[in-house]
């Protein structure tokens, strides 16, 4: 087991599905583009968007016309993705119940394998088998990741107020470190990283809902209300016309399937 698998990674976002939604960021176009360009997406083939939440990456890559399978443990963030209208009239990605080390998924039905700001809650090992039991022969794992951009004024003074919330160190060490496991792995080959810019423009309900759509953020009034109220104190700050910006570093892990020699 991995650190965060062992913390209840699909319970632990029940009731976070609205915020979740509404408030967590996209990834940037060229990042996407650049995972289906690597990864030979098209028309005919299949990318299994595994701990897929509320289906944010899965409609993106839709709308890129690549067939998609989403599998999301916690019902209620499924079913959140499955009352999602698709974007720019994309076919619907299709969700189905399962875990990152157990799809439920036959063998090599997928070109890639994505798991996006969720692989650090797998148990790695084993959802490194699943990976690429589920791929066919020279399919993709494809680890993706907004990170907070602290080098930004704004990002770092947001950033400092979601560590205050509990349990927030231990969430957020082993999230920066997760993608070496993909690295590493003697399971696939070929493995690169790269990274992306990206933003997110929010106004003050815009940015408390980004914090406590967090699995760490408070959830007890006296701690919720404090949380919120500095929050607030960032948001007053740095406003400028209303709208603060979050920016955010995108990596990419990508690594193909190793064949057995």
Not at 23 to 32: C, D, E, I, N, S
Not at 78 to 105: D, V
Not at 112 to 140: I, N, S, T, Y
Request: proline share 7%.
């Amino acid at each position: 087991m991995t650190e965060l698998s062992q913390h209840d990674p699909t319970g632990r976002f029940s009731g976070l599905a609205g915020l979740y939604a509404k408030h967590r960021p996209g990834y940037p176009a060229a990042a996407l583009d650049y995972i289906v360009r690597r990864c030979g997406l098209g028309g005919t083939t299949v990318l299994v968007d595994v701990g897929c939440g509320t289906g944010i990456s899965a409609r993106l890559f839709a709308a890129r016309g690549v067939p998609v399978i989403g599998v999301e443990p916690n019902d209620e963030m499924r079913a959140q993705a499955e009352q999602t209208p698709p974007l720019s009239g994309a076919p619907a990605p299709e969700y189905r119940p399962g875990r990152a080390e157990a799809t439920g998924l036959p063998d090599g039905v997928a070109a890639a394998v994505l798991a996006a700001q969720a692989f650090h809650w797998f148990d790695a090992p084993a959802a490194l088998r699943e990976f690429r039991r589920v791929l066919r022969p020279g399919g993709w794992a494809v680890l993706l990741w907004n990170e907070r951009d602290e080098g930004d004024t704004c990002t770092a003074a947001y950033g400092a107020v979601l560590r205050s919330g509990p349990g927030a160190a231990a969430v957020e060490g082993p999230r920066g470190r997760a993608g070496t496991a993909l690295v590493d792995s003697p399971l696939f080959q070929e493995a690169e990283c790269v990274r992306f810019g990206n933003e997110q423009e929010v106004d003050e309900d815009g940015l408390l809902g980004r914090a406590f759509s967090a699995s760490y953020a408070p959830r007890e009034p006296a701690a919720t209300a404090a949380f919120a109220d500095e929050l607030r104190r960032v948001f007053a700050r740095h406003q400028q016309g209303g709208t603060v910006i979050l920016r955010y570093i995108t990596t990419v892990y990508l690594a193909r399937r190793r064949e057995e020699s």
